[in-house]
T-cell receptor, first 115, second 113 residues
């Protein structure tokens, strides 16, 4: 299994509070991604990173921010959690941006509940 | 735009073949992937195919690609109860250099003994 660790694995938080999810990799892959998984939607990209301090938005980025200060760590922050952000969050990594290297490896997921 | 569609549910008997279908819309050359998700787990890459291929076989798995119709299928031969999971089709458009994946909604495969 690819070395990807997400923390925490489960979290319950109150509406309006800030939440940070962490993704840690030991593969030294350049690209890192945050997806959210919701019934009927599959997985949707929130943000991604193509290097240290290089990040960009995905299709559902509103209400989320990310940071990548080291190759191995990619943080996802919900500045003020809302109930619509209740979801399962997956981190993924890949070696490159094009072609075969877009094969992505996924973490185990973080189940976030906003009450 | 980019969109990937899958049927949501498939039920088969153990030993039968399963066929999971997927359609995609991106017209650029692309890699197409099949991922498997077991309950409470992350996604595991099963197989992939490049859009200049028609078919790829890997043990019990056969991927068929109809590029004209933008239709992809995953056939699992001799389906076992351990194959029960959610299967996601995903595309990675070559036009995008982000490596992002566009996922279908996922097909839940139920295998009855």
């Amino acid at each position: 299994d690819a070395g990807i660790t997400q923390s925490p694995r489960h979290k319950v938080t109150e509406t309006g509070t800030p939440v940070t999810l962490r993704c840690h990799q030991t593969e030294n892959h350049r690209y890192m991604y945050w997806y959210r998984q919701d019934p009927g939607h599959g997985l949707r990209l929130i943000h991604y990173s193509y290097g240290v301090k290089d990040t960009d938005k995905g299709e559902v980025s509103d209400g989320y921010s990310v940071s990548r200060s080291k190759t191995e760590d990619f943080l996802l922050t919900l500045e003020s959690a809302t109930s619509s952000q209740t979801s399962v969050y997956f981190c993924a990594i890949s070696e490159g941006g094009r072609g075969r290297n877009t094969e992505a490896f996924f973490g185990q997921g973080t189940r976030l509940t906003v009450v | 735009g980019e969109d990937v569609e899958q049927s949501l549910f498939l039920s088969v008997r153990e030993g039968d073949s399963s066929v999971i279908n997927c359609t995609y819309t991106d017209s650029s050359s692309t890699y197409l992937y099949w991922y498997k998700q077991e309950p409470g787990a992350g996604l595991q890459l099963l197989t992939y195919i490049f859009s200049n291929m028609d078919m790829k076989q890997d043990q019990r798995l056969t991927v068929l690609l109809n590029k004209k119709d933008k239709h992809l299928s995953l056939r699992i031969a001799d389906t076992q109860t351990g194959d029960s999971a959610i299967y996601f089709c995903a595309e990675s458009p070559v036009s995008s250099n982000t490596g992002k994946l566009i996922f279908g909604q996922g097909t839940t495969l139920q295998v009855k003994p």
